[in-house]
């Protein structure tokens, strides 16, 4: 009935129950056998091709091992087979195969699926069956060591297969309750030796969980259309980082560091002590102005009082004025009836001269020292310019002697304090080390525009920080920046030209995070974190 037989061997369970199934009916018929084992053609396959044809080689040789070994176990059974190894789609192989050695019957293992594997790939026999143009027997009955040797002591499978039950039996190879498929066109099943038990009809359970998964197919669909519907109420993004008001502290003033009252990483107070300069020279500068203030303050008083020596000489000189014109008034008179003298006459108008030019000078002389005590001659002390000068430069020697010693600006936590040690000079305004304020956090992220559409300053926000999973902080969007972040850049984006490419812009907002919780953990400056923030509109129906 069988003149060749096409065995399909992959050293499976499955493969050996073909390839020991397939021995018998050649063995009964007396036909001729050839073996094939299919290397299936995968995206790895290709893959290992493309990069030099690694993975193709490994899979060769494990394949040519699993012929091998079949082709071990026919000549046991006193079989001279033909054995070949091909790379691709099984099914196409052995029906190509099967048309080259003109087979009238193809063997091949019967592998079981799922219901759920059934569903999607369909039945694989009847796949099998169209690339084929000949019989073909599907094998479920396993032939185990027992069965062998029962075909053995009958005397069925020859003197020649004496050695094959110990080499071709392997008691893991037994799956039990195996069957044998019943024949069906143009599927061909031959029979067994063995009957194995009937194959089962199809369970009630089995049913009705095709049922329920065809159901539920619509069911997600409809839940999925819904879920997306009433969704996009919230917008969320992971580009974004927890801030805080980071201050370098540094000083106004240079020197060489006396003390530093700090460690790393210690908490601090507003107005703590942080570090402190030498300040020996910034008290002498102090002494200077202290002296410079109280001469200044004695000068003042002493032109107060030539400014009244002044006003004195100035009353004098008018009476002497007064005098000197009573004088030229009287020798002038006498001049008239030549009583006094030319000589007489000329020296009361001399007199009544410098009597003039002397007041005139003293007049000078006062305003000058009016203006030098800023026209308040008689006015206190300390409201006098020169005296506010000398007050100014003694305050700001009393400043600059005050910030030798360096405060914390508000609490937080000082960091880098290890780059100051005592004896080291610093510069005006360098950084001396940093103190991070960890009391007042906030949220900076940079959503994408496309996100912006519905969010508005004033909404809630969640945020969930990396370093602590499955906690949450509750928020507040402050405030969204008027433009976006490449607008600030040192280069911005040149879009004039005509090959430019579209890229999404991120817009900068500032989230304010409630750090009021303190079995919440602490957050820190520079965490990477993932805000929601609830913008309240959803999608709507109008897709349904």
């Not at 039990?176 to 359970?205: N, W």
């Not at 049922?211 to 919230?234: D, E, K």
């Not at 000197?324 to 007199?351: C, E, M, P």
């Not at 989230?511 to 993932?530: I, Q």
Request: glycine share 8%.
């Amino acid at each position: 009935m069988y003149q060749r037989i096409l065995l399909a061997y992959d050293g499976s369970i499955e493969g050996r129950t073909a390839l020991r199934e397939g021995a018998l009916l050649a063995r009964r018929y007396g036909a001729q056998v050839f073996v094939l084992s299919v290397i299936r053609e995968a995206a790895g396959t290709k893959l290992g091709e493309g990069v030099g044809g690694a993975g193709v080689a490994q899979q060769q040789g494990e394949y040519e091992q699993v012929l091998q070994e079949g082709m071990a176990r026919l000549i046991a059974l006193g079989f001279q087979a033909s054995g070949k190894l091909v790379i691709g789609e099984p099914a196409r192989e052995i029906g190509a195969y099967a048309e080259q050695v003109r087979a009238d019957l193809v063997v091949v293992g019967h592998r079981r699926q799922t219901a759920v594997g059934r569903w999607w790939s369909g039945p694989s026999g009847a796949y099998l069956s169209d690339h084929i143009g000949c019989s073909l027997l599907v094998c479920r009955n396993v032939i185990d060591d027992a069965q062998f040797a029962e075909l053995l002591a009958r005397n069925e499978l020859g003197p020649a297969a004496a050695a094959a039950a110990a080499l071709g039996a392997r008691p893991t190879e037994t799956p039990p309750g195996a069957e044998r498929a019943a024949p069906a066109s143009p599927v061909v099943h031959a029979p067994s030796p063995t009957p194995g038990p009937a194959h089962p009809a199809p369970s009630t359970a089995r049913r009705r969980l095709r049922v329920v998964l065809f159901l539920l197919l619509p069911l997600a669909l409809l839940i999925a259309l819904i879920v997306y519907a009433t969704g996009g109420g919230s917008i969320s993004t992971d580009d974004a980082y927890v801030e805080a008001n980071t201050v370098g502290v540094s000083s106004d003033v240079a020197g060489i560091v006396g003390q530093v009252y700090v460690k790393e990483n210690q908490h601090v107070t507003s107005g703590q002590v942080l570090y402190t300069l030498r300040d020996l020279q910034y008290r002498y500068a102090l002494d200077r102005a202290n002296a410079q203030l109280d001469a200044t303050r004695d000068s003042l008083i002493a032109m107060q009082a030539s400014y009244r020596t002044m006003q004195a000489k100035i009353a004098q000189a008018k009476y002497d004025l007064g005098y000197s014109q009573v004088q030229f008034k009287r020798a002038q008179n006498l001049a008239k009836v030549q009583i006094v003298s030319k000589t007489g006459y000329d020296t009361a108008h001399r007199n009544l001269s410098s009597a003039q030019q002397g007041l005139a000078s003293l007049d000078e002389q006062l305003a000058g020292i009016a203006a030098n005590l800023n026209g308040h001659p008689t006015g206190p002390v300390e409201q006098y310019p020169q005296y506010l000068g000398a007050l100014a430069a003694r305050n700001e020697a009393a400043r600059q002697l005050a910030h030798t010693v360096v405060r914390a600006p508000f609490d937080g936590i000082v960091t880098s304090v290890p780059s100051i040690q005592p004896g080291r000079y610093l510069a005006a305004s360098i950084t001396a080390f940093y103190l991070v304020d960890t009391d007042h956090l906030w949220v900076h992220a940079d959503p994408k525009e496309t996100q912006l559409t519905y969010v508005r300053p004033g909404q809630s926000a969640i945020v969930e920080v990396d370093t602590y999973p499955g906690q949450k902080w509750h928020g507040t969007v402050e405030s969204i920046s008027p433009a976006a972040a490449q607008q600030f850049s040192l280069l911005p984006a040149e879009n004039t030209s005509g090959n430019w490419v579209k890229v999404v812009q991120r817009i900068p907002i500032r989230v304010s995070v409630d750090t009021s919780d303190r079995n919440l953990p602490p957050l820190r400056a520079g965490m990477s974190v993932e805000v929601s923030i609830h913008t309240g509109h959803v999608r709507g129906w109008s897709i349904l």
